[in-house]
Structure formats: structure tokens, C-alpha cells
């Protein structure tokens, strides 16, 4: 069965300590792998797609890398205003599309 | 504001009732889904349509739900027969694709339901 499993479930940080988020997939024909943002009350905010093994994409203190078994959202010199949930999904093919999140990082960065 | 939009933002309604979501998309978007959160989980996939066709349906989509998406344009979730357990974020996004391209996702708000 296609699985997507974020660690850590939450993360608290004090402001400018850098650190990692992780996703972990099992799935089959896997499309290309998302990074999300979502603000509580929001929908969620796309930031990355990671397309194969071994891409990386950077936005402002955000990296995200793609392994074949994982992915990581690296957050450098984090910012009270980074605090949110940090949602990762996958897009599958076998036959029929599957889009399958994660159940998310809630990080909270402190002043 | 050219982004994805929801109407309404929030349902207050009672066990039984039926209720009825709309979503507007990105204008250029020839791709709709439909997704439903609850705490502390991330979205869960519902439905999704390309253009005016339903091309997938999750079977947490019971019988009770139905979506459409006439003239492919803004589409409806409606929910008949409520029940507690439908209470959730109800998410929509709309993405712009053809074939096996990679989907980027754009959110709405979301339209939070409450059945009592």
C-alpha cells in the first residue's frame, strides 16, 4: 500500500537554530514529490516540486532534496514567521492517479 | 485575486441536512480537486476532475457525496444525509495539466463544516 510518513510529528526551534523535516514514501510510479505550507485555518500553500532522485530546489531559507526514499525540507536560520505546518505529498500512477499527503510537521519557531 | 476560491467559507449544519460547497478555480486551470482535511491530518484526496469529467473518485467518496463540475468550470460538493462524521475542512485546488504532466496544486481556503 502507498504510505507517506512525515517526522517529526512537531518541531519547536528557537529562532536561527537550522534544522530538517522529513518524508518518507512507499509508493509505486511515483510523479513527482510536493512540499506544502499550510497557516492554521488555510488551505495549504505550495512551495517545491521535486521531480527525481537527487533534485534540489531553494526558496528564500528553504532547501528541499529527493532521495528514491525520502525527502527533506531543510529550514536555515528560521524566522518566528516560518511557524506553520509543513505538508508533503506525492503523485502516483498505476493506472490511475493517486495524490497522497502526509500528515504534516508543525513547526514553531520561537523569538 | 486570481487565486482559487470558496464558497462558503463556513457551514454550521444538523445531522441530516444537506450542504453544498462551491469552488471556483485559477481561470486557465483545466484541473479540479476535491479534498477533505480533519485535525492534525494532512488533506485527504476525494475526488478530481479534468476539464468537466470525473476521472477519479476515492472510495471515502460515499454515496452521499457527489461532485460536478459543469462546463468545466467552478464545480460543487454537495454532502446529503449529513452526519457527525463529516465534519472537516473541505479543500479545493486546481491545477493546470494534460497527460502524465506533474501537478502543482493550488488551494483555496477551504469551507470548514460543522454538523451537529
Known amino acids: 500500500e502507498d504510505q507517506v510518513t512525515q517526522s517529526p510529528e512537531a518541531l519547536r526551534l528557537q529562532e536561527g537554530e537550522s534544522s530538517s523535516l522529513n518524508c518518507s514514501y512507499t509508493?509505486?510510479?511515483?510523479?513527482?514529490l510536493f512540499w506544502y505550507r499550510q497557516d492554521p485555518g488555510k488551505g495549504p500553500e505550495f512551495l517545491f516540486t521535486?521531480?527525481?532522485a537527487g533534485e534540489e530546489k531553494e526558496k528564500e531559507r528553504l532547501k528541499a532534496t529527493l532521495t528514491k526514499k525520502e525527502s527533506f525540507l531543510h529550514i536555515t536560520a528560521p524566522k518566528p514567521e516560518d511557524s506553520a505546518t509543513y505538508l508533503c505529498?506525492?503523485?502516483?500512477?498505476?493506472?490511475?492517479?493517486?495524490?497522497?499527503f502526509g500528515t504534516g510537521t508543525r513547526l514553531k519557531v520561537l523569538a | 485575486d486570481t487565486g482559487v476560491s470558496q464558497d462558503p467559507r463556513h457551514k454550521i449544519t444538523k445531522r441530516g441536512q444537506n450542504v453544498t460547497f462551491r469552488c471556483d478555480p485559477i481561470?486557465?486551470?483545466?484541473?479540479l480537486y476535491w479534498y477533505r482535511q480533519t485535525l492534525g491530518q494532512g488533506p485527504e484526496f476525494l475526488t478530481y476532475?479534468?476539464?468537466?469529467?470525473?476521472?477519479?473518485k476515492s472510495r471515502l467518496l460515499s454515496d452521499r457525496f457527489s461532485a460536478e463540475r459543469p462546463k468545466g468550470s467552478f464545480s460543487t460538493l454537495e454532502i446529503q444525509r449529513t452526519e457527525q462524521g463529516d465534519s472537516a475542512m473541505y479543500l479545493c485546488?486546481?491545477?493546470?495539466?494534460?497527460?502524465?504532466?506533474?501537478?502543482?496544486?493550488?488551494f483555496g481556503p477551504g469551507t470548514r463544516l460543522t454538523v451537529l
Open positions: 485546488a486546481s491545477s493546470l495539466g494534460a497527460g502524465f504532466s506533474y501537478n502543482e496544486q493550488f
Open positions: 521535486l521531480y527525481s
Open positions: 505529498a506525492v503523485q502516483t500512477y498505476s493506472g490511475t492517479y493517486k495524490y497522497i
Open positions: 509508493v509505486s510510479g511515483l510523479r513527482g
Open positions: 476532475f479534468q476539464n468537466e469529467a470525473q476521472l477519479e
Open positions: 481561470s486557465e486551470h483545466n484541473r
